[in-house]
RNA sequence: GAGGCUGUAGCUCAAUGGCGGAGCGUCUGACUGUGGAUCAGAAGGUCGUGGGUUCGACCCCCAUCAGCCUCCCCA
């Protein structure tokens, strides 16, 4: 024990029973991915560290990111997130692409962070992006893949709630009490931050940085008013589509959901726990200027991306975690003694030929030894060709669920497995 | 970056500053060709790591590493 080289901080190691979790959850990706037509793609894992540079917030590279120098003397960064590659990735051949496009990525990311429930250094992260829609009315459809995903993997709307605010209609608002630019990301701090602290410690961090009383007062009221969305048209229209397609139950508007994220322009959103204390699972939003950051021509996107940290504390915590069976054989050949042993191997390559999944013992043993064994590693039958079935040409076949044993010809043997189910 | 809790057998956890334990699991046997039960036995530990205090440290102190939790932050 003491001789085991510890993991890396925040690394997550995948046994079988993990990874068959983080298989079946790529697989419920896919599923509703596919569903509403996106493709599957990937970028490097890698990336020159000025590609986040244009656009990432300085938070994220300077303190989160993981950067090194490679050989070569160029600095890399870990990625931290997917968005930039895709946009680099759309600027490439940003002539050629039929618009609009409709991409979906799984994979890793890293991120400096201090590890706590439902954060790791290490996760997973689902990107679903539409890109080359202008109308808002496609901000609609990620938020039906994003409700479609929830309602998927059992994730109720009473359960969860995609939070949804627009960013134009807040600053419009925002303007009308007189908000300035300069004021502008104080103001989205302190709404960031309202459910965070107490009313008075949030009254005071608000006078602190220069909103004054008769400026908050408006901002209460406005934060306050449930009706707001009602005077922005994209969001009355995206309600509305969302609502044909049988999700309206998932909707609500937020007018204190803004992001942290500098390139979100429209449309934003995020998926809430509505348990007291809940959190975040997955975030998105329209951004306009993604791609012309990277060098691209000006091309408008809308996406967003989840976690497989805190979508799987979720799934625990409303008992939704999924059981999996990870062992792909069924079947399980012993290994008699040395006489019988090619036998043994012999056999198990024809089941494996009439198409079941097979494993053998690999070496003489005591039959209850590998009984045991079989009942261990999640098999259904075994098979028993020892000195009395090879004389005999036959197999005997023992179903461990059933408790029940048979001795057939071993033409017969996959067949005789196929009736039991297997 | 800040704070709190924890670290003892493979796992879950006990142990008043004075002989390091239990349950589960593993292995062996009872059972030399038949599994989940039962019984018996065995293996398994530099008590996270490094210092310090003490006649004596798993226990107290300091540091450090890791895990969990909270704050900060959150693409």
């Not at 309206?248 to 995020?270: K, M, N, P, W």
């Not at 792909?328 to 009439?354: K, M, N, W």
């Not at 060709?385 to 010809?409: F, Y």
Request: charged fraction near 25%; proline fraction near 4%.
């Amino acid at each position: 024990m003491k001789e085991i080289v510890q993991k890396v901080k925040g690394m997550r190691d995948f046994y079988p029973a993990e990874m068959a979790f983080r298989t079946w959850l790529y697989h419920q990706i896919r599923c509703i991915s596919e569903q509403f037509g996106y493709q599957e793609y990937e970028a490097p894992i890698l990336e020159k560290l000025e590609l986040y540079a244009a656009k990432s917030g300085e938070e994220l590279v300077k303190e989160q990111a993981y950067v090194f120098s490679d050989r070569g003397g160029g600095e890399i960064a870990l990625r931290p997130e997917l968005t930039p590659s895709l946009a680099r990735m759309i600027a490439q051949r940003q002539n050629e692409l039929a618009y609009p496009v409709r991409w979906w990525s799984f994979g890793p990311f890293w991120r400096y962070e201090q590890p706590q429930k439902g954060r790791t250094r290490e996760f997973f992260q689902w990107n679903i992006d539409m890109i080359g829609a202008a109308g808002y009315q496609a901000d609609a459809e990620l938020l039906a893949v994003c409700a479609a995903f929830l309602n998927q993997i059992g994730l109720t709307p009473e359960m969860v709630q995609i939070k949804v605010n627009n960013r134009r209609l807040m600053d419009e608002q925002l303007l009308k009490i007189d908000v300035t630019a300069e004021l502008k990301p104080v103001v989205y701090r302190l709404i960031d931050r309202r459910d965070k602290l107490r009313p008075d410690a949030w009254r005071d961090f608000a006078i602190e940085n220069g909103i004054g009383t008769d400026m908050l007062e408006q901002l209460i009221a406005l934060l306050d008013n449930q009706e707001l969305w009602k005077e922005s048209e994209t969001l009355t229209t995206i309600f509305d589509l969302v609502d044909k397609m049988g999700y309206g139950e998932y909707l609500a508007f937020d007018s204190q959901v803004i992001r942290g994220l500098l390139y979100y322009t429209g449309t934003v959103f995020e998926v809430w726990d509505k348990a007291p204390g809940g959190r975040a699972v997955l975030g998105g939003g329209r951004y306009e200027n993604l791609v012309e950051d990277v060098g691209g021509d000006p091309l408008p996107g809308v996406g967003f991306a989840m976690g497989d940290v805190m979508i799987s504390v979720l799934l625990e915590k409303y008992g939704l975690l999924p059981t999996l069976n990870y062992q792909p054989a069924h079947v399980l050949v012993t290994c008699f003694d040395d006489q019988t042993l090619s036998d043994a191997y012999q056999l198990a390559a024809e089941i494996r030929r009439g198409g079941i999944n097979v494993i053998t013992y690999p070496e003489p043993a005591k039959l209850n030894k590998q009984l045991k064994f079989a009942n261990r590693v999640g098999a259904r039958a075994i098979l028993i060709a020892g000195p009395d079935e090879v004389a005999a040409g036959q197999v005997t076949i023992k179903d461990l669920l059933n408790r029940t044993q048979q001795t057939v010809s071993r033409a017969d043997c996959v067949r005789e497995l196929r009736a039991l189910g297997i």
